[in-house]
């Protein structure tokens, strides 16, 4: 028997990949390098509770516009805290 998972996702990705590509500009030192803001993207997903979907249709079907805000206000937060944590990170490492 042959399971097709593909369809599955979690809710946050499209949303914080989202809003770390509409921030990345306010961090001068973050924004030409792929691999940090990548991490930035994992550090906020991890902060995130997962809500994983198959279509987004259905999700924003269930969810009320307070959900829907709070959702919005918790993935701001949590690629705040990223950017913030890579960058101290960075300049961590380069203080050797």
Do not use: W
Not at 20 to 26: G, I, M
Not at 74 to 85: L, S
Request: proline residues 2%; contains cysteine; hydrophobic residues 45%.
């Amino acid at each position: 028997m042959h399971f097709d998972f593909s369809s599955v996702r979690n809710s946050n990705e499209q949303a914080v990949y989202g809003a770390v590509a509409a921030n990345a500009a306010r961090y001068p030192g973050l924004v030409d390098d792929a691999e940090l803001l990548a991490d930035v993207a994992c550090v906020a997903l991890n902060r995130l509770q997962p809500r994983y979907i198959r279509h987004a249709v259905d999700f924003a079907f269930y969810q009320t516009e307070k959900e829907r805000l709070e959702t919005a206000r918790q993935v701001a937060n949590a690629v705040d805290y990223a950017f913030g944590f890579v960058q101290a990170r960075v300049a961590m490492r380069a203080r050797g």
